[in-house]
């Protein structure tokens, strides 16, 4: 009997590495899933478990009637379900490692978008794949691998969690990644940004990561100590990337939003560099692995182009047949002819220009129509990338836009997917998914090993080991990096010479250096020399190795800038909430050991600003130490006449900031009206509210000094009412298990205002129903 007590009193937390509920966790996982960590890492995990528990417990039994229908809705229902159910803290057992596929919808295969707001299907459409596509845009390994170590690895260093995808920050994601980039693989994508997100602020998804720069490193840092290959985290990487372009392009931040949006656009740089610290590891591995399986060919830059000179031939041939009198027109060439003319071009991107295959799926009518003229040729914009043809290129691509696409075009017998606004269509008109087919199939055409795009991008990047550092990174930047070269025709000339076509390397080398811009040269230094909170800027040797001794001055300055403007945001981020004075930053700024590139505090108090997201106001240092100290500043208590007192300000408070607290003992709903009935002066000097729990209590101020700070003075006690005069609302948080009621200001209060809050229409924040107030 006894031993069925304990049983049903028994708290059975989840093991989040096995996810069985054992009678004892930490017994558990001493014996079993973590039985080499140490007891402080076993401790950590059970401290996370049981607050897993709370949470499921307080939140995991509730559903939104509304968000079952979306998901019963949705193309995929069941993998929705699973994974709603996940993030809600359910564990499925047997689970298999590919569901079933979802029965195909008899009326639409296509994602319906229901107006403003609406989510996309999280799930791509179960449309069998023709061979013209595979719908990867990266080359994508398949997730990471969970292996059973691996996610022990990550529970302990607390990188398991994610939060719901269908939070709308997750699921706008998933539908532009899905609907508007076509990603087949876009689940996967946010399911890891979702994991970034929790990590950043276990609370909900949030974009104030993007200030807390050095946490983000840390992430980085973090989940590359874990066994998940450097592949895998680069791809964290890149998946957290398109999630800030999701942000800066496709939402309304810019208009909503402008400091942050800033602050995004800011983060994405140091993102760059965060990459690029991985980018040298991942092709080592990737090298490495190659060569442990057998299977790797060491392959060359000119063994890229070898499809092309080998199709050339064919390729002129149809392009003559459209040009000079008695041209004719696409319709007339074979189905194949045209073929080879769409795979040609493709391949010059991939394996010429060595561009990904995003820039095929892409590249747009638009993007095409607007190319601008450059010396030796054009250019093409595809978003931020540019694509430098010579007029040669251009002839192609002009005959390929107007004779061969319409005909792809025309192909579309069924009207469905119809790429009108793509550059590149596919031979039955949709848009292209997988540039990488066509080459091979390029390649098997003309019977020759298949190149893909990554070997060429590796060859590339090999050779390039071989030139000077400067022209190594104009490559690099144009090619890996992805980011808008100041000069595409310079880059292509490094690739040229890498593939063999420009012999004389140092003529051509010196060239590279003197045309390399100020904004290149920065780029550079910034990608081998981040710029850090602590460190020291790069040497003089160092910065003339990388930027050219013409640009190594001004490369110093800017990333001396970057670092004082790293070091204001990271003293900004210490003092939220509240208004730090002057004296109060600069004794701070004395703590940290910098010892030059200091900021000064005067330019880091005029920059200050509350915390744009109300809830993190308690996770502020500083408000965590004047709540503790009730040491709060700025106010002063003055008779207002015939209302007794009232509280003023003695300086100007920003709205968002925290004013004070009210103060006092925490007392149940019944006892804080026993207290009422006593007397109406005390009765005015009470805190009604609910809890997080929705349990009605009361804070009781009627002392006018708390137990707790006899000698402090308690402003909030004595702040009068005002519906509509106030300037100020009470918030509710929790400080370490502790109900803490903080006055807000809602708007830019002067110096020497009343402070007002409305004690609530229905007098339940105040005193409780019923009482009379008649001044109300
Ligand atoms: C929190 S105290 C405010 C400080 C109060 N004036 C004092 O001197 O102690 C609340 C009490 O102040 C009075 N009070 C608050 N707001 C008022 C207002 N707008 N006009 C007149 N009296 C007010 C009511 O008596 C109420 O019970």
Redo the contacts with the bound molecule.
């Keep these: 009997m006894a031993s069925k007590q304990s049983f049903h009193s028994r708290m059975f937390f989840l093991c989040p590495v096995c996810k069985k509920a054992p009678h004892s966790l930490p017994g558990h996982l001493r014996k079993v899933c973590m039985r080499n960590s140490t007891e402080a890492e076993i401790q950590a995990v059970v401290k996370e478990a049981k607050k897993e528990l709370s949470e499921f417990c307080h939140k995991g039994r509730f559903w939104e009637f509304g968000k079952i229908c979306d998901i019963l809705d949705s193309t995929n229902p069941l993998a929705r379900m699973i994974a709603e159910m996940q993030s809600k803290g359910l564990v499925i057992n047997n689970l298999p490692s590919v569901l079933p596929e979802p029965a195909r919808s008899t009326t639409s295969s296509v994602p319906q978008s229901s107006g403003e707001g609406a989510e996309s299907s999280l799930e791509p459409p179960n449309e069998s794949l023709s061979d013209e596509s595979s719908g990867e845009y990266y080359q994508s390994t398949g997730g990471p691998m969970w292996t059973s170590s691996v996610r022990v690895e990550m529970v302990k260093k607390g990188l398991y969690n994610k939060h719901s995808i269908d939070h709308p920050l997750l699921a706008g994601f998933n539908k532009y990644l899905y609907t508007d980039l076509g990603y087949k693989n876009s689940k996967q994508v946010v399911e890891t940004v979702s994991r970034f997100l929790h990590y950043m602020d276990p609370t909900e998804p949030n974009l104030m990561f993007v200030r807390r720069v050095e946490k983000v490193r840390e992430y980085f840092n973090i989940l590359s100590d874990t066994k998940l290959s450097k592949w895998t985290v680069f791809n964290y990487s890149k998946s957290l990337k398109r999630f800030m372009k999701y942000i800066i392009t496709s939402t309304d931040i810019r208009h909503n939003n402008p400091a942050l949006f800033q602050d995004c656009e800011s983060f994405m740089d140091a993102l760059y560099g965060i990459q690029s610290g991985m980018s040298k590891e991942v092709s080592m591995e990737v090298t490495a692995k190659k060569s442990e399986f057998g299977c790797g060919k060491e392959v060359l830059p000119k063994d890229c182009l070898a499809v092309l000179e080998a199709a050339f031939k064919d390729f002129q041939a149809v392009i003559c047949k459209m040009q000079g009198p008695g041209a004719i027109t696409g319709d007339c060439l074979t189905k194949n002819e045209r073929l080879l003319v769409l795979y040609y071009l493709e391949a010059v991107i991939m394996l010429k220009l060595v561009q990904r295959p995003g820039i095929v799926t892409h590249m747009t009518v638009e993007d095409w129509e607007g190319r601008s003229r450059i010396e030796n040729g054009v250019c093409v914009a595809v978003k931020e990338h540019k694509v430098p043809l010579s007029h040669e290129q251009e002839l192609w691509f002009d005959l390929y836009f107007n004779e061969v696409r319409p005909v792809m075009l025309q192909e579309n017998r069924t009207g469905d997917d119809v790429a009108v606004d793509s550059f590149f269509v596919s031979s039955s008109g949709r848009s292209i998914y997988n540039p990488s087919n066509d080459l091979k199939r390029l390649h098997d055409k003309y019977s020759l090993p298949s190149v893909t795009c990554g070997d060429a991008q590796r060859a590339f990047e090999a050779a390039a080991q071989n030139l000077s550092e400067v022209e190594r990174n104009v490559a690099a930047e144009r090619n890996y990096m992805r980011r808008t070269s100041s000069d595409p025709f310079l880059a292509l000339s490094v690739l040229d010479q890498l593939a063999g076509k420009t012999p004389q390397r140092s003529s051509r080398a010196s060239c590279c250096e003197t045309r390399v811009d100020e904004q290149t040269a920065y780029k550079t230094l910034e990608q081998f020399c981040p710029v850090t909170l602590e460190g020291p800027p790069p040497k003089r040797s160092r910065r003339t190795e990388l930027c050219g001794s013409e640009h190594e001055r001004h490369c110093y300055d800017r990333w001396r800038s970057e670092q004082l403007k790293l070091r204001e945001q990271h003293a900004l981020e210490h003092f939220t909430g509240q208004q730090p004075s002057e004296s109060k930053i600069s004794r701070w700024m004395d703590k940290q050991g910098w010892t030059s590139n200091v900021p000064q505090a005067a330019v880091v108090l005029k920059q200050w600003k509350p915390v744009a997201r109300l809830d993190l106001v308690i996770d502020s240092s500083f408000v965590k130490k004047m709540i503790l100290s009730q040491r709060w500043k700025g106010l002063t208590v003055r008779p207002?006449p015939d209302?007794?007192?009232?509280v003023f300000t003695k300086r100007p408070f920003q709205i968002g900031e925290v004013v004070c607290e009210y103060h006092g003992e925490l007392v149940s709903h019944e006892d804080g009206m026993a207290i009422a009935s006593t007397s109406?002066i005390r009765?005015?000097?009470l805190f009604f509210y609910r809890n997080k729990q929705h349990e009605a209590m009361c804070i009781d101020a009627h002392e006018e000094s708390c137990q707790c700070h006899p000698m402090k003075f308690n402003y909030g006690?004595?702040?009068?009412?005002?519906s509509k005069r106030a300037n100020i609302r009470p918030r509710l948080y929790v400080l370490n298990d502790r109900d803490i009621i903080l006055f807000i200001a809602t708007k830019d209060i002067s110096s020497d205002e009343e402070l007002?809050y409305d004690y609530g229409s229905k007098r339940r924040s105040f005193a409780g129903k019923g009482l009379e107030?008649d001044?109300m």
């Design positions: 207002v209302k007794g007192d009232g109406s009765a005015g000097h006690r004595l702040i009068r009412h005002s007002l107030l001044w």
